[in-house]
């Protein structure tokens, strides 16, 4: 069965706004961590994400894809309700045919989450560990801020753990190809980078690496970086996308197409200014 389907990252409304001004507290502590802060205008409310998250939708409804994943970051600030509301809005104008499964970022339930965020995640988007298939492909989305740093919630480490291995253990039975969504990348160039803000910390990376290796995960498809990064181990690539909302190095804001046919798997990433009218299949 050959079909397409779209992964969003970063939708992240309101992040314009808190970053907005030169003296800005968040700017200040990007450069600190070594990223380049974007150069926005003095912006409020969340109009510069709402004007790419409608063009992402609309680009979904012109191309039908099977689905879509969104890895996380899904609004800058989980109390914010406005941000929450025109999140909701502008997804309900997504082709009701098109299934879309949402991811939680570090924004969503926070850097170090706390069993009052997750609540508050699970009440609004549903689980944030799950699964689904589409023909032989078997899909799996987890909650990596858990996997990031779980000291007010260790308890749900180890309930990631035995549903990723009972999870996967199921699709490796059944002989189902298997590919991985979640917010934090693994890894950005091998499975034994430094521990950074930007990856998930070696001691639980290791694990989850090693369950992906043992059930042969073919992928996993992240965000957080708000550019693109790609890097592969042992046959397991690491595809970081660039975001739907703010840029924060040289790609564009944009999504990722994935086809499947035969046994590839091939993504590209589309600034809104160069998706296709169209898709092909091979």
């Given at each position: 069965m050959s079909f397409f389907f779209i992964q969003m990252s970063d939708t992240q409304l309101g992040m314009a706004a808190t970053l907005s001004g030169p003296n800005n507290k968040k700017r200040t502590e990007m450069h600190e961590r070594g990223l380049q802060p974007p150069q926005i205008e003095i912006?409020?409310?969340f109009a510069y994400e709402t004007e790419r998250f409608e063009k992402?939708?609309?680009?979904?409804?012109?191309?039908?894809?099977?689905?879509?994943?969104?890895?996380?970051?899904?609004?800058?600030?989980?109390?914010?309700?406005?941000q929450l509301n025109e999140?909701?809005?502008?997804?309900?104008?997504?082709?009701?045919n098109i299934k879309i499964h949402m991811a939680p970022g570090n924004c969503d339930v926070g850097n170090s989450p706390t069993a009052k965020l997750l609540s508050l995640y699970r009440e609004r988007f549903g689980d944030d560990n799950y699964s689904f298939d589409h023909g032989m492909?078997?899909?799996?989305?987890?909650?990596?801020?858990?996997?990031?740093d779980p000291i007010?919630?260790?308890?749900?480490w180890d309930a990631q753990?035995?549903?990723?291995?009972?999870?996967?253990?199921?699709?490796?039975?059944?002989g189902q190809r298997c590919v991985v969504f979640g917010h934090h990348p693994l890894f950005g160039e091998t499975r034994d980078d430094p521990d950074s803000q930007m990856v998930i910390p070696i001691k639980r990376r290791r694990i989850?690496?090693?369950?992906?290796?043992?059930?042969?995960?073919?992928?996993?498809?992240?965000?957080?970086?708000?550019?693109?990064?790609?890097?592969?181990?042992?046959?397991?690539?690491?595809?970081?996308?660039?975001?739907?909302?703010?840029?924060?190095?040289?790609?564009?804001?944009?999504?990722?197409?994935i086809k499947v046919f035969g046994k590839q798997l091939d993504d590209t990433y589309y600034g809104f200014e160069s998706v296709p009218d169209f898709i092909e299949i091979e």
């Open positions: 912006s409020t409310g992402a939708i609309c680009a979904a409804n012109r191309l039908k894809p099977k689905f879509i994943v969104v890895t996380g970051d899904l609004i800058q600030d989980p109390e914010d309700l406005s999140l909701q809005r502008i997804t309900n104008t997504l082709n009701p492909m078997h899909f799996v989305v987890i909650n990596t801020s858990i996997a990031f007010h919630v260790p308890q749900e753990l035995d549903f990723l291995k009972t999870d996967l253990g199921r699709a490796t039975e059944k989850i690496l090693d369950l992906f290796k043992e059930h042969h995960v073919e992928a996993m498809f992240s965000g957080h970086w708000h550019k693109n990064k790609y890097s592969s181990v042992d046959g397991f690539r690491m595809i970081i996308s660039g975001p739907v909302g703010v840029p924060l190095g040289p790609d564009p804001s944009g999504i990722r197409i």
